[in-house]
């Protein structure tokens, strides 16, 4: 693909995607202002030749020197902490970097690709979503601000490639772990293996009920490789339609750390709760017809290895270290 800028490149997606790019040749450079990504997610590229890091906010105005063949627009505060402790910057990264990224793949003509994510689905009247559906999205609630500010990111994803014929590619990313997730990102996967690495209860909300859909990071990568690589420019679910209620999940987390904590039922009381989903699951027909795409590491598969890389974490920096990540 040659010369690749990563908007978003030292997260936790962004950091497997350097990872896979410059496996296969590539020149990457990683652009993050480190508010949610961090320097340990890339430490090890930087002695590669054809890796750079740039400490850089995206909605300022970005400029690269030279060519830039493919931008991948991860750059965002997807998590629940994330979004609702900095509000009117996940708006700004999702519209004004969005914007900025978009008109330096203008200039460089290169391809583009905006990571988005289900939640533009909102709470799902429809199941399981396929991408004609449009949502259920509360645009004034304390989610909206993620939800409408991705929303808004594939509009205007959209308007740059009818009104200015580039091709851009748009995927919509479902809930995604493994290695280098953040242990305090109140997502669902960490929150269950910090706590069992740590003996703590599991905490599980109302009845456990809800479901979701687990990807590991590297099917997720390869999918979001096809789709850059494709002709195709609308909207495209990146996900494992393998659906389990959180109550599962959660059991599943304890017997693969061989934890001895227990689950515990919880009620919701906070606004990370508010018009949380209750079902979530891709409908990835598109993937599979369109880029021969699906989901191949099994979930036993890649929680072994995102428990091992936690409890590896944990062990190198403490217990209250780890706590502060």
Same mark, same amino acid.
């Given at each position: ?43 090890? &590229? ?39 402790? &900095?509000?009117?910057?996940? +708006? ?6 969005? !914007? ?6 203008? =200039? ?52 740059? !490639? ?6 851009? !590619? ?25 706590? =069992? ?27 979001? &490789? ?6 195709? !420019? ?12 959180? +109550? ?38 598109? =993937? ?38």
């Amino acid at each position: 693909m040659g010369r690749v800028l990563i908007t978003g490149g030292a997260g936790f997606i962004g950091s497997h995607l350097a990872d896979r790019l410059l496996a296969e040749g590539d020149e990457v450079i990683a652009l993050d202002n480190l508010s949610t990504g961090h320097p340990r997610n890339i430490a090890h &590229l930087m002695g590669n030749a054809r890796f750079r890091f740039l400490n850089y906010d995206v909605t300022d105005y970005i400029y690269v020197e030279g060519p830039v063949d493919t931008i991948f627009h991860l750059a965002s505060l997807p998590s629940p902490v994330d979004y609702l402790r &900095l509000p009117i910057q996940t +708006l700004k990264v999702g519209a004004l970097g969005t !914007h900025k990224a978009l008109g330096l793949a203008r =200039a460089k003509g290169s391809r583009f690709l905006l990571a988005s994510t289900s939640e533009v689905y909102g709470d799902p009247t429809v199941h399981p979503q396929p991408e004609e559906y449009w949502g259920n999205v509360n645009p004034v609630g304390p989610r909206g601000v993620y939800d409408e500010s991705k929303r808004f990111a594939e509009a205007m994803t959209m308007a740059y !490639h009818r009104n200015h014929h580039m091709p851009n !590619h748009i995927c919509r990313i479902f809930n995604t772990y493994g290695p280098r997730m953040r242990a305090d990102d109140g997502r669902v996967v960490t929150n269950f293996v910090a706590q =069992a690495l740590r003996g703590e209860p599991l905490t599980v909300y109302d009845d456990g009920g809800r479901t979701r859909s687990f990807c590991f990071v590297s099917d997720l990568v390869d999918g979001m &490789l096809r789709l850059v690589r494709s002709g195709y !420019h609308d909207p495209v679910n990146l996900g494992n339609p393998t659906e389990m209620s959180i +109550l599962e999940f959660a059991q599943r987390v304890v017997a693969l750390s061989g934890s001895k904590s227990k689950v515990e039922f919880v009620k919701p009381e906070d606004e990370r709760t508010q018009d949380d989903p209750k079902t979530r699951r891709p409908d990835i027909t598109k =993937a599979r017809t369109l880029l021969g795409w699906e989901p191949t590491v099994a979930l036993d598969d890649g929680l072994v290895r995102t428990i091992d890389y936690f409890r590896q974490l944990f062990s190198a920096e403490g217990e209250s270290a780890a706590r502060r990540l």
